[in-house]
């Protein structure tokens, strides 16, 4: 006789990482593993963990332990998580098994993260997400220099970012052969991928819908505490994307360092966030306001935003309408141009990072295809 669904054990699933920077490959991966069980416990690692095994990480712990915990597919998170995979850890937690994206993740010594749970029998494989990783974006903040944050006019008007061409280097035109990781991103998401990271859920009548918009470029914990209090203001919430063109006008030539369908993925990844206006105007307009949904209020940081092209404040008609409300930035919050700061100011540190990072890739890819041609010769042999 069968046990019925609603009375059988839960399965629940064990994901650690380092989740620095966190983007939509790491977002994949957790609801790729979700969709394994029911439950989903994440271990993140120490600085420190990371720091002797890896190198350097840009976000801090108690920043990467909070943007794990904003992901809607994360059900519970383990701060302080060991590097090494450890059976006894799993076990501490009640993880059935343990899941891993297909590239290969090594200790300082070389040797497998997760070898110990693969001899298990505790160990699921999802697909790693293609074209993104910490160490590109990273790569692709490393092409810019510290002058090319330094803006020209007022903060109030259209300001445009001072760039030197010759600094900018291959950043506008695609990796490079000795760096071929570093690029602008060209990634496009199919419509499936978008459904998969959306809820699809509209709101209910008599919910009161709220409104915020922006950039949301290097997804970080200073965008999901705004979001986090805008959605405090009502029962849905829907976020206004810039696209790469308007962001690239208002502020300058180095922005966005992700492209539209990267920041779009990264929020809908957010619990806070019910849906999205895929490449919504800089300046909140009727349409906006009425021909989605009927927004009720308009919400925006205490910060001052920058005017749009013609010179107008981009939120006028919500102010004009007494449906725009500012909330408090949170004190010392991160920011995407504080990011680009702590790889600027240790530009040399992140340098030789990236340079471990992209050996050690070689390294594996060339184990990989040994291993891939001494099983094709042991096939071919079996075969004779």
Not at 209 to 216: H, K
Not at 292 to 321: C, F, M, W
């Amino acid at each position: 006789m069968s046990v019925s669904a609603d009375k059988r054990k839960p399965i629940r699933i064990w994901v650690d990482g380092c989740f620095d920077l966190m983007h939509f490959g790491h977002f994949n991966a957790l609801r790729q593993a979700k969709a394994m069980g029911d439950y989903l416990v994440v271990g993140v690692h120490s600085d420190a963990e990371i720091e002797h095994h890896k190198g350097p990480t840009v976000m801090k712990e108690d920043e990467r332990y909070a943007a794990v915990a904003a992901c809607k597919w994360v059900d519970e998170v383990v701060p302080n998580a060991p590097y090494l995979t450890s059976l006894e850890w799993m076990d501490k937690y009640n993880c059935d098994f343990c899941v891993h994206g297909d590239d290969i993740t090594t200790m300082a010594d070389g040797t497998d993260c997760y070898q110990v749970v693969k001899d298990a029998g505790r160990y699921r494989e999802c697909k790693r997400t293609q074209d993104i990783s910490t160490t590109e974006l990273v790569g692709r903040m490393l092409l810019m220099t510290k002058d090319h944050h330094k803006r020209r006019g007022s903060i109030t008007g259209a300001s445009i970012t001072s760039v030197n061409t010759a600094e900018v280097g291959t950043f506008s035109t695609g990796g490079s052969k000795s760096k071929p990781d570093t690029k602008v991103s060209h990634f496009l998401p199919t419509s499936r991928k978008i459904v998969q990271f959306s809820e699809g859920r509209e709101p209910n009548a008599g919910d009161k819908v709220v409104y915020v918009d922006g950039t949301f470029d290097l997804f970080h914990t200073g965008h999901i505490e705004f979001l986090k209090r805008a959605k405090q203001m009502g029962d849905y919430l829907l976020v206004g994307i810039h696209d790469d063109q308007t962001v690239n006008a208002i502020k300058g030539v180095n922005y966005p360092l992700m492209n539209l369908h990267e920041r779009v993925l990264s929020v809908l990844a957010c619990r806070y966030v019910d849906e999205v206006v895929i490449g919504a105007p800089y300046s909140v307009s009727d349409q906006v306001l009425e021909k989605v949904y009927k927004v009720d209020v308009v919400v925006h940081g205490n910060t001052p935003s920058l005017d749009d092209t013609d010179g107008k404040d981009p939120y006028l008609l919500a102010k004009e309408r007494n449906i725009y409300v500012e909330i408090d930035n949170p004190q010392n919050s991160v920011t995407t141009e504080s990011i680009i700061e702590r790889i600027i100011t240790h530009r040399k540190l992140f340098e030789e990072r990236q340079r471990r990072k992209e050996q050690k890739a070689l390294l594996e890819r060339e184990a990989e295809k040994a291993e891939k041609a001494a099983a094709a010769a042991a096939a071919a042999a079996g075969a004779q």
